[in-house]
T-cell receptor, first 115, second 113 residues
């Protein structure tokens, strides 16, 4: 069964550094999402992406965040200057074009630790 | 967006049937009910979705009464590997446009040997 993959599984960085989290969505999917989950808290929506542009973003997704689909397979989340409070699990998700977009396929996540 | 209420936690034993009920008193006419499962340190996984009456797949059943103000996820004969957080989501089903999912706190199901 096709899966969403994410790299790295764990990223440790210093406060103020830039990080790029990478995702490879399922190959025939065209809607992409990033969510985050701070330890012990709820899964929170960050951003959705379709047709090479952001569809929707939450209040969390401020100017420090950006997303990109640099080629036909990767979908990245960049945090320009990390803060301690950015420490969380970051999940990528995707949905097929003709799929029902509340049935989202999630990746295994990247654990980001900001020191 | 309809607010959902679920028990914070439930315990069960292997081989038992588990029923997790979700309340959604303000569900709208166009809203569907969707359940996700999340294992520790993994992303949520879609389990089942329904609008009314009963839906069954290879993993679970979903029971929705006529007034749709609640729903019950039923897991038959649970095993230790079913220990996870289960989320009930309510929202309008969309096709052809990106849609954010809003997760609540979920129900932590612990299956005991």
């Amino acid at each position: 069964e096709p899966e969403v993959t994410q790299t790295p599984s764990h990223q440790v960085t210093q406060m103020g550094q830039e990080v790029i989290l990478r995702c490879v969505p399922i190959s025939n999917h065209l809607y992409f999402y990033w969510y985050r989950q701070i330890l012990g808290q709820k899964v929170e929506f960050l951003v959705s992406f379709y047709n090479n542009e952001i569809s929707e973003k939450s209040e969390i997704f401020d100017d420090q965040f950006s997303v990109e689909r640099p080629d036909g397979s990767n979908f990245t989340l960049k945090i320009r200057s990390t803060k301690l409070e950015d420490s969380a699990m970051y999940f990528c998700a995707s949905t097929p074009e003709r799929g029902l977009t509340d049935t989202q396929y999630f990746g295994p996540g990247t654990r980001l630790t900001v020191l | 967006l309809a607010k959902t209420t679920q028990p914070i936690s439930m315990d069960s034993y292997e081989g038992q049937e588990v029923n997790i009920t979700c309340s959604h008193n303000n569900i709208a006419t166009n809203d569907y009910i969707t359940w996700y499962q999340q294992f520790p340190s993994q992303g949520p996984r879609f389990i089942i979705q329904g609008y009314k009456t009963k839906v069954t797949n290879e993993v679970a059943s979903l029971f929705i009464p006529a007034d749709r103000k609640s729903s019950t996820l039923s897991l038959p004969r649970v095993s230790l590997s079913d220990t996870a957080v289960y989320y009930c989501l309510v929202g309008e089903r969309s096709s052809g446009s990106a849609r954010q999912l809003t997760f609540g706190s979920g129900t932590q199901l612990t299956v005991l040997p």
